[in-house]
């Protein structure tokens, strides 16, 4: 699985089916989740020092094609930009419709196809339709939840791909809330990881004017 569908199974809560946070905070958080599985996967690379022809801390393209055509579409939306602005470009921040609004879509119903979680079609009054995606909770998630929690809570050190999810998570507050051993991992060391793979997390926090939902899932 990739980062992005990792953190949508954990974005989306286990009763109602419906996400833990607001739209343009999911969005903002897909986004990254999306770049840092592309520099992840070496389509994307972020430029060094005196790069001829490039600034420093650009995101580049490498050549190489991710596995997944749509997350191959975004390569050239982010090319030759920060990563902050890459994921805000992704985001579609302002914009009617995002390149990560499609994406959620799309990898949601990649997750219901795999059994990963469950769709159901109602009627808002009837008249205006709407999708719950809710996930297994004794499938891939629970043992997502238990990598998650075995870096923050446990004081396991993560791999790049964890460390990476961590940061997504906690830049939209979704990390474990139980209490953190003086010894475990900081945030800050996650975050570090995940910007050294290409994420800009600090894109994806919620302003303070809208805080998320913090409801267990």
Same mark, same amino acid.
């Given at each position: 699985?990739?980062?992005?569908?990792?953190?949508?199974?954990?974005?989306?809560?286990?009763?109602?089916?419906?996400?833990?946070?607001?739209?343009?905070?999911?969005?903002?958080?897909?986004?990254?989740?999306?770049?840092?599985?592309?520099?992840?996967?070496?389509?994307?690379?972020?430029?060094?020092?005196?790069?001829?022809?490039?600034?420093?801390?650009?995101?580049?393209?490498?050549?190489?094609?991710?596995?997944?055509?749509?997350?191959?579409?975004?390569?050239?939306?982010?090319?030759?930009?920060?990563?902050?602005?890459?994921?805000?470009?992704?985001?579609?921040?302002?914009?009617?419709?995002?390149?990560?609004?499609?994406?959620?879509?799309?990898?949601?119903?990649?997750?219901?196809?795999?059994?990963?979680? $469950? !769709? *159901?079609?109602?009627? @808002? %009054?009837?008249?205006?339709?709407?999708?719950?995606?809710? +996930?297994? &909770? /004794?499938?891939?998630?629970?043992?997502?939840?238990?990598?998650?929690?075995?870096?923050?809570?446990?004081?396991?050190?993560?791999?790049?791909? $964890? !460390? *990476?999810?961590?940061? @997504? %998570?906690?830049?939209?507050?979704?990390?474990?809330?139980? +209490?953190? &051993? /003086?010894?475990?991992?900081?945030?800050?060391?996650?975050?570090?990881?995940?910007?050294?793979?290409?994420?800009?997390?600090?894109?994806?926090?919620?302003?303070?004017?809208?805080?998320?939902?913090?409801?267990?899932?």
């Amino acid at each position: 699985m990739t980062v992005a569908e990792e953190f949508l199974l954990l974005a989306y809560r286990n009763d109602t089916g419906k996400p833990r946070i607001g739209g343009t905070q999911l969005n903002a958080a897909l986004a990254g989740a999306a770049i840092v599985e592309l520099t992840l996967a070496g389509a994307l690379r972020l430029t060094e020092a005196d790069e001829p022809g490039h600034k420093k801390g650009r995101l580049v393209a490498t050549g190489t094609q991710p596995d997944d055509p749509r997350l191959a579409e975004l390569v050239t939306v982010a090319h030759g930009r920060k990563p902050k602005d890459a994921v805000g470009k992704v985001a579609g921040f302002g914009a009617w419709r995002s390149p990560s609004q499609n994406l959620r879509e799309a990898l949601l119903h990649d997750l219901a196809d795999a059994g990963r979680c $469950t !769709a *159901a079609t109602t009627k @808002i %009054l009837g008249l205006f339709p709407t999708t719950t995606w809710k +996930p297994n &909770p /004794t499938g891939d998630k629970s043992a997502i939840e238990r990598r998650v929690r075995a870096a923050v809570v446990d004081a396991t050190t993560p791999d790049d791909r $964890t !460390a *990476a999810l961590l940061s @997504i %998570l906690h830049a939209v507050d979704l990390l474990p809330s139980s +209490p953190t &051993p /003086t010894n475990a991992p900081s945030n800050a060391a996650a975050r570090k990881s995940a910007r050294a793979n290409g994420a800009a997390p600090q894109s994806a926090r919620p302003s303070r004017k809208s805080k998320p939902s913090r409801s267990p899932s």
